[in-house]
């Protein structure tokens, strides 16, 4: 059965998906307001960048195959490790590997069956978060920029000076990157709200009542 509220979200823009992530952002309170906007724009293009250099590398190729033909270190893992929140995937820098937790991709296969039949394969899931972790990978092999914006200096109590790393910055632009390479008409994080949905249907609801609140409603 179809979901409205998964349709409609299906139909929000990048920039909406963007504020979305940055507001989970444990150091989004340390970020003008005023620059929010702007960081999120860049993290969107830095992904798209990506994208396109991929996409012009393999002109014609499935990323999907490519990245299943020993690209990156898969391993294939039954279900989260952790009992207190579900995870799709994990990015294991020491090892260079990406870890898919097949439950995980089995719920969201099933919940998108109606919604978002794109994704009514587990195939088509798995190849879509492993895009978004292999924009990890280049970003850890330093394949791809980010001029300084998902960094940010604050000051610590006794006035010295600290870098921080902005997390959602990374997650946005990756995303953005396997939107484009996978070639899918939706912002990939809506796998988090179709994922958290088979626990609890009111996960949507949650979801649904931020995009309201911030003035995006389709």
């Known amino acids: 059965m179809e979901d409205s509220r998964i349709i409609a979200m299906r139909g929000y823009d990048d920039i909406s998906w963007g504020l ?98 794109e994704l009514e394969e587990s195939e088509d899931v798995s190849s879509l978060i492993l895009a978004h972790e292999y924009f990890h990978y280049m970003e850890y092999h330093k394949m791809v920029g980010f001029g300084g914006y998902d960094m940010f200096a604050v000051k610590t109590i006794f006035g010295m000076k600290r870098t921080l790393k902005l997390i959602a910055y990374s997650e946005i632009a990756a995303n953005a990157f396997a939107k484009k390479v996978c070639a899918v008409n939706f912002f990939p994080a809506l796998l988090d709200v179709l994922l958290l949905s088979t626990f609890d249907k009111a996960n949507i609801d949650k979801y649904e009542l931020w995009f309201k609140a911030n003035g995006f409603d389709n």
Do not use: C
């Not at 992530?21 to 860049?42: L, T, Y």
């Not at 995870?87 to 898919?100: A, D, G, H, N, P």
């Open 20 to 117: 979305l992530m940055f507001s989970k952002d444990p150091m989004k309170k340390k970020i003008p307001e005023e620059n929010v906007r702007s960081i999120i724009e860049h993290a969107l293009n830095a992904g798209y960048a990506a994208a396109e250099v991929w996409l012009s590398e393999h002109a014609g190729e499935s990323f999907g195959e490519w990245i299943r033909s020993g690209k990156l270190k898969i391993v294939l893992n039954e279900k989260t490790q952790s009992p207190h929140y579900a995870l799709l995937s994990i990015f294991e820098e020491k090892s260079e590997r990406v870890t898919l937790f097949q439950d995980s991709i089995s719920r969201v296969s099933a919940a998108a069956s109606e919604s978002v039949p």
